[in-house]
């Protein structure tokens, strides 16, 4: 009973423990059914998790790669996903097809954004691969895209993805890849861009999305008037961008289009007039480099043709103001990353105190319930101890009572018993001092019972044998005589105790043996002497 408040502890602290790292279970499950649903969803479902590093290893995995995703379809740095690695490794190991097969791009992307050029292409390609094998067309054509992507925007490698781009369309003819092959095809000169771009812009108006209508047309415009020298196609196609913009920037970036194509024409009016447009529009926004140093230069253009004249001293200004800027952000962010790279420490070095803590309590807990137990178990131990004393103390009490009773004919157990507690010294103290406060008596008990005076030394069985045999019919002779050479002295002793008719509780406290061990001894002898279980031992030995 000492215990049950130290395990009722443990148990609360360990189900609370168990409840939490539950819940985060389940979220990160949650999360994982918005795969391909709600991108959205599974960052609200990851950010409820508190303690992402107390997750057991295939969570954590989860929880990885699932932060990963996130980033991917965020067109996010996934330059911390480091754990995307094992994670697909682990996948590709469980055989999980799904998983397995998204992690190639997962991959592919954390190696991109680490500019590693090798690792990205060898992921992609590996993914490719596998879905062709797997016939999935629909993440074999993103995968293409993707590395498509790359070609274009990043590489610069227009062969490589106008090649790609071509393998992409064929699976999935979506406006995204047609767009991207007609910009491949147009910085390649290829005369078949305006019809990939006039489809993408087709596909975007089926599916009414304003956005990318906008974006294709802008970009179709620039590249009428950059690449294909089609001034009346540009303005058209600005025109045409018009009908859907609302956005001040989209429009800006339309009027730089027919500053071009003004200048070009030699209409410096007009390109002035929607210079200034395009200044008036921007005034109190911000701008993006290249706007401005298009700005600029086609400023710098009418100045020239206009005076044999231009200022570019304050675009250079500008352009330096941006270096600085862009100076002083990586200084910050590096600062930035310093300091998360402090707190981080910080933050592991409380961790690992926290779970040291939470041991030692554990531990602290541990010993409390050990040592309640032990307590327990001694106390019990103690006062079983003590209640055995006293019944063996109650016993030879008893034996000294019928030993010593006043009989007119003495019965031959009773001339036993006294015999035998002569030999252990307590029929002579009574004898000595008779009375109930006799403590000399009291210790005599007391000794023999709790083993302090051992009975070995006192009995002296040679004496005691004869006795047995003349007052059993020469029960010791004929047992010692026929079983002699196979039973032991105490198993002889045990034999002759049974013969006086001692109960199993009055040998035990005269020979100091447990009853289990009386027990034992009995079942010994019938072994020996070739008995049944339940037959007696004293009527086998008497009746040889």
């Known amino acids: 009973m000492n215990r049950l408040p130290f395990l009722g502890l443990l148990f609360a602290l360990l189900c609370l423990v168990s409840c939490r790292q539950m819940n985060d279970v389940r979220l990160l499950h949650l999360a994982e059914e918005q795969v391909e649903m709600n991108v959205d969803s599974i960052y609200a479902l990851l950010s409820q998790i508190e303690k992402p590093s107390q997750l057991s290893g295939e969570e954590r995995l989860l ?54 050029h090798g690792q990205c292409i060898a992921a992609i390609d590996s993914g490719i691969a596998l879905a062709k094998a797997l016939q999935d067309t629909g993440r074999m054509a993103d995968m293409l895209s993707d590395k498509a992507y790359w070609y274009v925007y990043v590489w610069k490698d227009y062969k490589k993805a106008i090649e790609t781009f071509h393998a992409a369309i064929a699976l999935d003819a979506k406006a995204e890849n047609f767009f991207s092959m007609g910009i491949a095809l147009g910085l390649n000169k290829n005369d078949s861009a305006p019809y990939y771009m006039e489809r993408s812009i087709e596909l975007a108006v089926q599916a009414g999305d304003t956005s990318k209508i906008v974006h294709y047309l802008r ?21 045409r961008m018009e009908q859907y913009v609302v956005d001040p920037v989209q429009l800006r970036m339309g009027d730089l289009v027919k500053v071009e194509v003004f200048l070009k024409e030699g209409l410096l009016d007009s390109a002035e007039y929607y210079l200034n447009k395009e200044r008036k529009r921007g005034e109190g926004r911000n701008r993006f480099l290249t706007e401005e140093n298009m700005v600029a230069v086609y400023r710098a253009l009418i100045d020239y043709t206009r005076h044999r004249t231009f200022d570019v001293l304050d675009v250079a200004r ?75 103390a109650e016993t030879l009490t008893r034996l000294l009572e019928d030993a010593t009773k006043n009989q007119s004919k003495e019965e031959d157990g009773q001339f036993f018993r006294k015999i035998l507690l002569q030999q252990l010294g307590m029929i002579r103290l009574v004898a000595k001092q008779p009375t109930s406060q006799n403590q000399e008596l009291l210790r005599r008990i007391s000794g023999i019972t709790s083993h ?28 010692d005589s026929r079983f002699g050479d196979v039973l032991i002295d105490k198993e ?36 020996k002497l070739g008995m049944e279980e339940k037959e007696g031992i004293v009527e086998f030995i008497g009746s040889i």
Not at 219 to 239: H, K, V
Not at 496 to 525: G, H, M, W
Request: glycine share 2%; hydrophobic share 40%.
């Open 63 to 116: 929880y990885g790669w699932l932060n990963a995703y996130v980033h991917y379809k965020w067109r996010n740095s996934m330059t911390e996903d480091s754990l995307i690695l094992p994670a697909s490794d682990y996948y590709a190991f469980c055989d999980d097809t799904a998983k397995n097969l998204l992690s190639y791009q997962l991959k592919a992307w954390y190696w991109h954004w680490l500019k590693k």
């Open 219 to 239: 970009n179709y415009a620039q590249m009428q008037a950059y690449l294909f020298d089609e001034p009346s196609g540009a303005i058209a196609t600005i025109r």
């Open 318 to 392: 500008y352009n330096d103001s941006v270096a600085n800027a862009l100076a002083a952000l990586q200084s910050t962010v590096r600062r930035k990353d310093e300091s998360k790279e402090t707190l981080s420490q910080a933050n592991l070095i409380l961790t690992v105190e926290r779970k040291q803590a939470q041991l030692n309590l554990l531990l602290a807990l541990l010993v409390l319930v050990l040592a309640g137990g032990g307590v327990s178990l001694y106390v019990r131990n103690r006062r079983n101890r003590l209640i055995e004393a006293e019944e063996r």
């Open 452 to 479: 302090e005076l051992p009975v070995e030394s006192l009995l002296v069985w040679e004496d005691l044998y004869p006795i047995i045999d003349r007052m059993y019919d020469n029960f010791y002779t004929k047992m």
């Open 492 to 527: 002889k002793q045990l034999c002759c105790l049974l013969c006086a008719d001692f109960s199993t509780k009055e040998i035990s406290v005269v020979t100091q043996q447990s009853i289990p061990t009386i027990y034992q001894r009995k079942t010994n002898i019938r072994k």
